[in-house]
């Protein structure tokens, strides 16, 4: 059984940062590739950061240049650094990771900035 937890949202102020975790526990091996989602109220999810099993990286326009995703050396966490926070990147942040073949969602974390 694969759990992943999210942490990290909060409440900033426009041009701070935050640091959100996703965290899998279970039987694993570690995450193979991951991904993270946003979701803004009335908006459909769109994907922020991509992080694949071979290391590669890509990140939506909105974001390149401000936010980093990565993961630890144990593969077993996954981070999304996101820096010169804006109003608009106001969403519920949902980490997707691949695990042995699966995809596995995190529960989402609340990210408010205010202007």
């Known amino acids: 059984q694969v759990q992943l937890v999210e942490s990290g949202g909060g409440l900033v102020q426009a041009g701070g940062s935050l640091r959100l975790s996703c965290a899998a526990s279970?039987?694993?091996?570690?995450?193979?590739?991951a991904a993270w989602y946003r979701q803004a109220p009335g908006k459909q999810r769109e994907l922020v950061a991509i992080?694949?099993?071979?290391?590669?990286?890509n990140y939506a326009d909105s974001v390149k240049g401000r936010f980093t995703i990565s993961r630890d050396m144990s593969k077993t966490t996954v981070y999304l650094q996101m820096n010169s926070l804006k109003p608009e990147d106001t969403a519920v942040y949902y980490c997707?990771?691949?695990?042995?073949?699966?995809?596995?969602w995190g529960q989402g974390t609340q990210v408010a900035v205010s202007s």
């Open positions: 997707d990771t691949w695990i042995a073949g699966y995809h596995y």
């Open positions: 992080n694949t099993s071979g290391g590669s990286t």
């Open positions: 279970g039987s694993i091996s570690g995450i193979d590739g």
